[in-house]
């Protein structure tokens, strides 16, 4: 209001000055009335606009702010809404803790193994997967450089792919080889290999990065790789298509891979004492063994003659990296393999 008045008096007195007008006489006694009684109405009428803008100022002008949430409500809320809407199905996220921190709420959980953070506001209302300190320095990015990858050339190339049996990256990985294996199985030795820690002589003993069922998983791929080579890879196809999303529940697990090998004609009796006994844990061990002499501890790394594979995760890369560590390229590696499937992702597990 009165800001609106003092444009009002200033539109008013420069409109007389464009006009070049000169003021009447009883406009002049106007304006000099100003000095007189009526300046006293003036007065009056901008105390009044004042104590109405105080009046808002102190009551109905400020803005309603949402109420709180307790920390827990909020956190449950959070952790349900995730496990509804933002995970892989047949996985979960368990609650760790949570906390307030500069006025948001920091709800602490574990994802296959992993610690995560996800925030909200304190109304629980917004939630954000992830957060960024404006306060703190931010540098440039700088663009990433292109891997570069020197091959070591022989006869017949060696082929690792070191994975663990529930990892998403991994089971990616294993979809973009098995067009290679298909086109370069009989030239090239390409195998996978499995990220663990045997402790024991016993499966209870061996520690792998997504729990139990994946030890066992590894322990009955690295038994069907072993006893039905010409089958493995069709199985690894069937299985992460239909059981990977069981690793969270057993009983449905061990009915899905047992018809996946029935399905492929692998004797699931044999490849289950395999498993469960000395020679899964050995081969198992082996694995382990390679894994800590090239530094494999991520799922998936890709090694090709004894050097670690940096480049794309897509059919056509991996044909083309183990193409070119041949001394003598066969023909089948002229073959382009189409890019049916995205490229996999750059993450990885461990």
Known sequence: MKITGVIGLTRQNS???K??????PS???KDGALSGKNTIFVIIGLAAILIIFLA???TGSQPKTSSSVPLQSCAEKVIGYANENLVQPGTSVSFQSVSENRGIYEIHGKYQSQNVTLYATKDCAMLFTNGLDMDSTVRATQPTPT???SP????RPLVDLYVMAFCPYGTQAESAMKPVVNLLGTKADIRLRYITTVRGSTVDSVQSLHGLPEAQEDLRQVCIQKNYPQKFWDYIESFNTRCYSLSQNPASLDTCWRNTTASLGIDTAAIDTCATGSDGLGMLGEDETKADQVGATASPTLFINGVKYSGARTPEAYKQAICNSFDAA????????????QAASAGGCG
Do not use: H, M, W, Y
């Open 330 to 341: 066969p023909p089948e590696c002229g073959t382009i393999l189409a890019a049916s499937q």
């Open 19 to 24: 006009s070049g007008e000169k003021p009447s």
């Open 27 to 29: 406009n002049v006694q």
């Open 56 to 58: 808002f100022s102190l």
């Open 15 to 17: 409109d007389n000055r």
């Open 152 to 155: 070591v050339k022989t006869s």
């Open 147 to 149: 891997p570069t990858f």
